[in-house]
């Protein structure tokens, strides 16, 4: 870490993007890709453009594995930048080699903690930041944004390191399993990280409302009403559960 850096702790990275939202105003914005609704709620005045396009913002947020397509920006294209960036690396603990981390080169870098180790609910992010912007950033969550549970679990698990190697390879297995579950069911992959598949299909409410009757619930998006998200499957039954209900989807309109 150079002298010029710092972290701060935050209860989620949901919460650090809608205050760096005040923190850094900016008059033109750009979004690489669709994604997360969060950025365009915090800064609805952005624009989404691909990446050569949104480079030339003065600010430039970026998720790098995106969500929910999965697409994946060089991060020696992101370094070489000189404009305000925000990283948002919510799913790059799966894969590591994606990082802006150590090399930053100024840009702001967004960590969350609940995708990789699937404890969503202890609410815990950082955010890697220069000192003023950090000291800012602090200023508005307070002097206690941690919950000491959060402090105790996220200390644990960051310290099993031969856990995180069976979770990378655990998460690549059931995303390539999945996958192929879905295309065996007639549906097209689209995108997805080692945390999730994008699918596609005209169908796609019919098996959403399918799905949801046999308690299974994947992720629809309302500005692309032809796509799913699916998450990877916990456990054995899990797998069975969603094999039985696609087995016996029948598409409609």
């Given amino acids: 870490m150079d002298s010029n850096e710092q972290i701060a702790a935050v209860p989620g990275s949901d919460i650090a993007i809608r205050l760096l939202g005040r923190l850094l105003p900016a008059a033109r914005v750009a979004i690489v890709g669709q994604g997360y609704a969060g950025y365009r709620a915090t800064w609805p005045e952005a624009r989404v453009l691909p990446f050569e396009k949104a480079c030339l913002a003065d600010l430039m947020i970026c998720a790098n594995p995106n969500n929910p ?4 920006t060089d991060v020696r294209k992101l370094r070489k930048l000189r404009n305000s960036r ?3 690396e919510a799913f790059a603990d799966a894969m590591p080699e994606s990082s802006m981390l150590p090399h930053r080169n100024g840009a702001i870098v967004l960590r969350s903690f609940g995708k ?4 969503a609910g202890v609410r815990l992010g950082f955010v890697i930041g220069n000192r003023p912007v950090i000291r800012d950033l602090r200023g508005l969550l307070g002097d206690w ?10 200390t644990a698990a960051y310290c099993d390191r031969a856990w995180q190697g069976l979770q990378r390879h655990r998460l690549a297995q059931g995303s390539a399993r999945l996958a192929s579950l879905l295309v065996h069911h007639g549906l097209d992959c689209v995108g997805g990280t ?3 598949r994008l699918c596609q299909t005209a ?6 409302s399918h799905l949801c009757q046999a308690g299974i619930l994947v992720r629809p998006f309302a500005d692309r009403p032809e796509q799913l ?3 990877i499957p916990g456990t054995d039954a899990d797998w069975a559960r969603l094999e039985i209900a696609l087995q016996a989807w029948r598409p409609t309109k």
């Avoid at 990789?116 to 404890?119: A, E, Q, Y």
């Fill in 229 to 231: 998200r699916f998450g």
């Fill in 116 to 119: 990789f180790f699937g404890l």
């Fill in 203 to 208: 169908y796609a409410a019919s098996l959403f």
């Fill in 69 to 72: 397509d999965g697409a994946i």
């Fill in 194 to 196: 080692a945390n999730f």
């Fill in 145 to 154: 944004p941690i919950s000491g549970p959060a402090i105790a679990i996220g």
């Fill in 86 to 88: 925000i990283v948002d």
